[in-house]
């Protein structure tokens, strides 16, 4: 079965402070997919990225970087001197291959609490 | 460019009374379509999808029903709300693709039954 675990439940850092959120999955499929959406107070969920199991390297936007490891099947998720307005709920999410079926479905993590404090 | 709607943005409901929660996506077509709901414990669960008109899959055996009278509509309702119905309803759109559709979601409605 798939699971997606984000053992941390609560993260408070102060402004300017890097952060690493945590994230690791099961699953039996040999290809997959990642996915880290933000939820700000406001409720709508923001898509961060995406990223298949074909594809280690890791990614930079910004202040954002996520490091992809198959080996210890994690997705980690980490924020380049934090900011107030990085204040959220971080969802981690997995989702099977679409072998050109109807659709593929989401399975979230249960999220970790970002607080900046400033 | 796409967006994705949904109203009320927030209810507040006596048990026993009946629901709609309406979603409407602009700027695509044909779009798959899900509803989940958060409750306090903040996880998320799948309730419906749908891959066009009049096509609903439910995920969970509850109170609830969904229904797509249009491509770019997707309605939550329930003929007698419970105690348990309370959460944050969210509606998601995505596209078909070769590999993974990325949903994108809604800014969704808070209902609180009572």
């Known amino acids: 079965a798939q699971k997606v675990t984000q053992a941390q439940t609560e993260i408070s850092v102060v402004e300017k402070e890097d952060v690493t959120l945590d994230c690791v999955y099961e699953?039996?499929?040999?290809?997959?997919?990642l996915f880290w959406y933000k939820q700000p107070p406001s409720g709508e969920l923001v898509f961060l990225i995406r990223?298949?199991?074909?594809?280690?390297q890791n990614e930079i936007s910004g202040r954002y970087s996520w490091n992809f490891q198959k080996s210890t099947s994690s997705f980690n998720f980490t924020i380049t001197a934090s900011q107030v307005v990085d204040s959220a709920v971080y969802f981690c999410?997995?989702?099977?291959?679409?072998?050109?079926?109807?659709?593929?479905?989401?399975?979230f993590g249960t999220g970790t609490l970002l607080a900046v404090q400033p | 460019s796409q967006t994705i709607h949904q109203w009320p943005a927030t209810l507040v409901q006596p048990v026993g009374s009946p629901l709609s929660l309406e979603c409407t996506v602009e700027?695509?077509?044909?779009?798959?379509l899900y509803w989940y709901r958060q409750a306090a414990g903040r996880g998320l669960q799948l309730l419906f999808y749908?891959?066009?008109?009049?096509?609903i899959s439910s995920e969970v055996p509850q109170n609830l029903s969904a229904s797509r009278p249009q491509d770019r509509q997707f309605i939550l309702s329930s003929k007698k709300l419970l105690l348990s119905d309370s959460g944050f309803y969210l509606c998601?759109?995505?596209?078909?693709?070769?590999?993974?559709?990325?949903?994108?979601f809604g800014p969704g409605t808070r209902l609180t039954v009572l």
């Open positions: 700027g695509t077509s044909n779009p798959n």
């Open positions: 998601a759109w995505s596209v078909r693709a070769r590999g993974p559709d990325t949903q994108y």
């Open positions: 990223r298949n199991s074909f594809d280690e």
């Open positions: 699953t039996r499929d040999t290809t997959y997919y």
């Open positions: 749908s891959v066009g008109i009049g096509q």
């Open positions: 999410a997995l989702s099977e291959a679409n072998y050109g079926g109807a659709t593929n479905k989401l399975i």
